[in-house]
């Protein structure tokens, strides 16, 4: 069967149309996004802006168009925090059905962390052994640590990448004291996290997903031949140590250029840069393991187990 997954997070609309059954592996049909960087429309009570929801809805309804060129046979629509969060959520929900027709499921911070390990769980395979995953979105970072598909333990805090660049990186591009406050800010915040993690058993592989980590480790990283076709991408600490305060001196406007950097994740690149090597530091982890696999294909697998 084909299946849209429609993510409506922080930072883009993002329709993935796969090619899929029931214990087979989806196989990407299509593409749609759409960026918008939503923390950009917050108002101070904390509601989305009228001309944000727009954004939002024209998006919903250009992806509704993609899918139906496209031929699918069912929607999986959902969103993360950035409607999760907003004072107006619910009235954005009800504009997007009204005008859109599509019924946006609102995954909790729990629901992305779980659902983003079981696609890395499947990508890695039961060889793996005990998974610590993080994963950067645009509103929160997820992280979860376990030895079966359903992980043991499994946390949001809001410390997404363009979350972070709104609160603490304002300027284009950053002076050192806003990376520095927004440095010690996610150093805070991960020193509770890291207190609901057991220290024994160590996690076997450590892992970071989303598009955040897949670009700054191909600014920072190694690659190298995995199983298959694909290439096994790793992200050392002082490799991300080293780009981060370069990253920082660089122009919005002139990342691009720059190996892996992608227009849409230009502006929250360095916030992602900073909260990744504090949760690394935090976690006494020197590299991490890169999944091409995260939420969408989390969604794709859940929906595929219950089809089996």
């Known amino acids: 069967m ?23 592996r989806p196989i990407p049909a299509a593409s749609h996004k759409s960026v918008l960087r939503l923390m950009r429309y917050l108002e101070p009570d904390g509601s989305i802006s009228d001309v944000g929801v727009r954004g939002i809805v024209e998006a919903i309804g250009t992806a509704v168009a993609a899918a139906r060129a496209d031929g699918i046979d069912e929607l999986l629509p959902f969103a993360t925090s950035a409607i999760r969060e907003a004072a107006n959520g619910e009235e954005v929900l009800a504009r997007i059905t009204r005008e859109t027709g599509v019924e946006l499921r609102v995954l909790s911070g729990d629901d992305e962390a779980r659902l983003t ?6 990508w890695y395979g039961w060889s793996a052994d005990r998974i610590l995953l993080f994963d950067i979105g645009g509103g929160s970072l997820e992280i979860a640590q376990g030895l079966d598909e359903d992980p043991e333990i499994a ?19 950053p002076t050192p004291e806003q990376v520095d406050r927004l440095r010690a800010h996610a150093r805070e915040v991960l020193a509770d996290v890291v207190r ?23 600014l920072a990283g190694t690659t190298s031949a995995g199983p298959g076709a694909s290439e096994r991408a790793v992200l050392p600490l002082k490799g991300l140590d080293d780009w981060t305060p370069r990253l920082a001196r660089i122009p919005a406007d002139a990342r691009p250029a720059l190996p892996g950097i992608t227009p849409d994740r230009t502006f929250q690149i360095v916030a992602g840069a900073v909260v990744l090597s504090e949760a690394m530091r935090a976690f006494k982890v020197s590299e991490l393991e890169v999944s091409p696999w995260a939420l969408r294909e989390g969604l794709i697998l859940r929906r595929l187990d219950r089809l089996g």
């Open 196 to 218: 609901s993690f057991p220290l024994k058993p160590r996690a076997d592989h450590i892992v970071g997903s989303s598009k955040t980590i897949r670009s700054l480790a191909r």
């Open 155 to 173: 946390l949001s805090v809001p410390l997404g990448a363009g979350r972070s660049t709104i609160e603490f990186l304002p300027d284009d591009p």
């Open 117 to 122: 390990f079981l696609a890395v769980r499947r």
């Open 2 to 24: 084909r299946l849209g997954v429609l993510d409506v997070g922080s930072n883009t609309v993002h329709l993935l149309v796969v090619d899929a059954h029931p214990g087979g």
